[in-house]
């Protein structure tokens, strides 16, 4: 019998051939792989371009700027888009809607973004750093147009190694996406020169920005909850509350600790909230369905059992 379902046909249809997406997503990573690997350009300083990921935090310097140490997860995504990178260019997913239909190029158009973004030429100033902030905005409507559009297209016939390669990278990608263009935007009101309590306004709606876009994925996003957005932003939360360097330093007492509270309090409501929701849906409400399906097989069973009679000294007659 032949699968019939929309995905399997386009996937067995384009199978024995590359299109220009293949060959776009190839080089969207090499693009992403060495901005976010800590290549530099010419000379030691890396002046002209080639600015990584390394060297984010020191540009959007603001009150939600999170521990070096936060950017770790860029390599993690690195790594997943790599194995999607190759996954796409095999037979069986080559032709896959969620790579023709959902990645098409934004992909690539994300990491040509982040590509222009890292393009140094020397002009500090506020037109610049609003530069700076479409170019990363842009990234960020890139890989949520991927996300939406995967969503969109996801069906009962997907597999777990569709899902793996093809769906997980860009939702990772996507909560990091939106913890980076947050931090353009408050690096850009820092540039402005707003005062200390505005920053901290502006930086307590970045964090309710967090909780409501991961209470979207896990109550709000039909019957598949997304638990990888939720579990990156609580990532960067944590990084945030534990960020003592640019801005931050310069507020007052009160307002730092009130701020590292409210972003570590928002970060771990996420990660209690995920667990919960993961454990209702994956694992109770499936021993449930188990359940279930055993009694009905029980219940439906009109097998009848007969036991023997015992014959002399209790054998069986």
């Known amino acids: 019998q032949i699968d019939t379902t929309p995905s399997t046909i386009l996937r067995n249809n384009m199978s024995d051939k590359l299109t220009l997406y293949n060959f776009l997503n190839i080089a969207g990573f090499a693009l992403s792989w060495v901005l976010n690997s800590n290549v530099k350009g010419p000379g030691d300083n890396g002046n002209i371009f080639f600015n990584g990921i390394g060297e984010l935090f020191e540009t959007f310097?603001?009150?939600?700027?999170?521990?070096?140490?936060?950017?770790?997860?860029?390599?993690?995504?690195?790594?997943?888009?790599?194995?999607?990178?190759?996954?796409?260019?095999l037979p069986k997913f080559r032709g896959s809607v969620m790579v023709q239909d959902c990645v098409k190029h934004y992909f690539f158009l994300s990491a040509l973004m982040q590509f222009l973004w890292s393009i140094d030429i020397g002009i500090q100033n506020l037109w610049a750093s609003a530069l700076s902030v479409i170019l990363m905005l842009t990234m960020f409507a890139s890989i949520t147009k991927i996300l939406m559009s995967q969503a969109a297209n996801t069906d009962s016939t997907q597999t777990p190694e569709e899902y793996w390669l093809l769906r997980f990278p860009f939702s990772v990608h996507f909560a990091w996406a939106l913890a980076v263009a947050s931090m353009s935007v408050n690096g850009f009101f820092v540039q402005l020169g707003v005062g200390s309590t505005f920053q901290v306004v502006l930086g307590i709606v970045t964090i309710i920005l967090f909780g409501g876009v991961g209470y979207k994925m896990l109550f709000l996003n039909g019957p598949k909850p997304n638990y990888a957005v939720p579990m990156v932003l609580s990532w960067f939360l944590f990084g945030i509350a534990l960020c003592n360097q640019g801005p931050k330093v310069e507020l007052e007492g009160l307002q730092h600790i009130l701020f590292d509270s409210v972003a570590g309090i928002v970060g771990a409501g996420l990660i209690g909230t995920t667990s919960y929701v993961f454990f209702n849906k994956e694992i109770a409400d499936k021993n449930t369905d188990l359940s279930k399906e055993i009694n009905e097989i029980n219940e439906s069973d009109d097998t009848v059992y007969v036991t023997a009679p015992d014959g002399a000294g209790g054998e069986l007659a």
């Open 61 to 89: 310097e603001s009150i939600v700027m999170p521990t070096s140490q936060t950017f770790i997860i860029a390599h993690v995504i690195l790594i997943l888009e790599g194995a999607f990178a190759i996954a796409q260019l």
